[in-house]
């Protein structure tokens, strides 16, 4: 069966530390991953987008890896600060065809103490 | 959650009930989608609308009825609210380069 799975268990690291958040997938080949940042009872706000053929993407303190060989996404949040506690959701391209196909993990919380 | 309105942000039914959210943008793109969200579970999407005046299903459409209005507007309804169909839904829109989604703030609904 197809799957995108996500650490359930909250994150827990110290300020300034990196914090990795691992997004894994079975039986999809998705075209692109995306990652997302939700804080509570607010909606999810796009973070960055890595297609099939990069291997990382970068874009300030974020970095993000992708290993179709692996299945997997990791996330990294360098320097990591109080304020980049949340929830972080991948979701992947099923079908190559467009959003109507976009699958979501169910989020890793994060929490950064000061 | 700029150029996303969802209204209302709380909401609760008795089972039954008919009720419909409302979506709009302002951001003049042609995709729009509804997602709910549960505990436990990723997005899920409901229905969506690739351009004005088009709708399709998606992964969990039962219960749901939707209406694009126009280029601006997406509502959904529900003809008879189920506590199956407590949950948090979302309204988002595709962007111009089809990279990315915006998410509404969400409607917290729950069936009684």
């Known amino acids: 069966s197809q799957k995108i799975e996500q650490n359930s268990e909250a994150l827990n690291i110290q300020e300034g530390k990196t914090a990795t958040l691992t997004c894994n997938y079975t039986?999809?080949?998705?075209?692109?991953l995306q990652w997302y940042r939700q804080d509570p009872g607010r909606g999810p706000v796009f973070l960055l987008l890595?297609?099939?053929?990069?291997k990382e993407k970068r874009k300030e303190r974020l970095k993000v890896t992708f290993d179709t060989t692996l299945k997997q996404s990791l996330f990294h949040i360098t320097a990591s600060q109080p304020a980049d506690s949340a929830t972080y959701l991948c979701?992947?391209?099923?079908?190559?065809?467009?959003?109507?196909?976009?699958?979501f993990g169910t989020g890793t919380r994060l929490l950064v103490s000061p | 959650n700029a150029g996303v309105t969802q209204t209302p942000k709380f909401q609760v039914l008795k089972t039954g009930q008919s009720m419909t959210l409302q979506c709009a943008q302002d951001?003049?793109?042609?995709?729009m989608y509804w997602y709910r969200q549960d505990p436990g579970m990723g997005l899920r999407l409901i229905y969506y609308?690739?351009?004005?005046?088009?709708?399709d299903k998606g992964e969990v459409p039962n219960g749901y009825n939707v209406s694009r209005l126009n280029k601006r507007e997406f509502s959904l309804r529900l003809e008879s609210a189920a506590p199956s169909q407590t949950s948090v839904y979302f309204c988002?829109?595709?962007?111009?380069?089809?990279?990315?989604?915006?998410f509404g703030s969400g409607t917290q609904l729950s069936v009684l």
């Open positions: 979701a992947l391209d099923a079908s190559g065809t467009g959003f109507q196909k976009l699958v």
């Open positions: 039986n999809y080949s998705p075209a692109y």
């Open positions: 890595i297609r099939e053929n990069e």
């Open positions: 951001m003049n793109h042609n995709s």
């Open positions: 609308s690739a351009s004005e005046g088009t709708t």
């Open positions: 988002a829109i595709a962007d111009a380069t089809n990279e990315k989604l915006f």
